[in-house]
C-alpha cells in the first residue's frame, strides 16, 4: 500500500476544503469496505485520506415531508430502522448484502460513491428514483440519480465534492418496490440483480415504473422499453412474464467464464425481473401510505 496522508475532520466544511485543496489527490475514507481493499491491491493510491467517519451530520436519517432524508455515511446497519417500511427494496437489499462486519460498517453513500457495477445499493437507488446531495467549498448541489452513475466505478462527483446525501421520495399509497439477486453464495457480489419499483392507480392499473439491471458489470442500466410496456396495465402472470421477457432481450451481457453465458445471464435476468416485479406489485397492493410496505 503507498504511503498516504491521513485527515480526520469534524465538519462537512472542513473536508470539503481538504477535497478542494487536494483534488483528484484525495479520497475519502467512508466505512472502507470497498477503498482499503483496492489500495491494498494496488487498485487505487490516493496520496490523500479525508476520514468522514466523525461527520455526525452526515449519518442521520430522516423524515423531510414526503421523502426521507438519509446521510451518506448512515450504515447499513441503520437502514432497517430508519428507512420505512414503504421503501421495500432498501430492505431486501440490506438483507443480502456481504456479511456482518460489512452491514456494520458499510455506508450507502460509500456504496454509492464507489459505484460498483456489481453493488447492491446503486441500482436500488435509481429504481427509487433518489436525489443525491453533494458538497463541495462552492456549496450544495442536488443531482438526480439517473445523471449520477456514469458507468462502472464512476459517477459525476466532481474531484472537490463529496456526497453529502441520498433522499428517496415516498410515493403516496400504491406504491411498492423489491430487490432480487443471484449469486453464488449468499452476501457474495451479485451475478445479476433487479431492482423494481412500481405505482399504481386506484383501479390497480401501474401509473410509473422503474426496472433497474445490475451485476452485468455496467453499473444500474434501466430497461426504457420494459417499463414503458408495463404503464397503463393490470396485474397478471401474463403482464409479469411479458415484461420479464422483454427485461430479458433488453440487456446485452457477455459471455464470460467465471459467471456464464450471455444466454445464462438474460435467463437470470428474467426471472429475477419476473421475481421483483411481481413482489413490488404486490406491496404496491399493499400499501396503505408512506410508512408501511
Known sequence: MKAFEYHRPHTVSEAVELLSRHQYEARILAGGQSLLNMMKWRLAAPSVLVDANRLAELSSIRREDSAVRIGAMARYRDLPSGVPESCGAIHDAV????????????????????ADPFGDMPNVVVALGAEMTASSVRGERQISVDNFFLGPLQTTLEPD??????????????????????????????IVSVAAAIG?????????????IGGLGLGPVRLGRTEEMIIGADKGADVIKAAADQASREVHPEDDR????????????????AKALARAWNRAENHKGSATR
Do not use: H
Request: charged share 20%; net charge positive; proline share 1%.
Open 95 to 114: 438483507a443480502v448484502i456481504a456479511d456482518f462486519q460489512v452491514r456494520n460498517l458499510g455506508t450507502l453513500g460509500g456504496s454509492c460513491c464507489q
Open 161 to 190: 465534492e463529496m456526497l453529502c446525501a441520498i433522499r428517496l421520495p415516498l410515493g403516496a399509497a400504491r406504491t411498492g418496490s423489491a430487490y432480487e439477486k443471484f449469486s453464488w453464495r449468499e452476501g457474495d457480489f451479485a
Open 200 to 212: 399504481l392507480d386506484s383501479a390497480g392499473s401501474a401509473v410509473s415504473s422503474r426496472i433497474v
Open 258 to 273: 467465471i459467471y456464464g453465458s450471455a444466454r445464462y445471464k438474460r435467463e437470470l435476468v428474467r426471472t429475477l425481473t
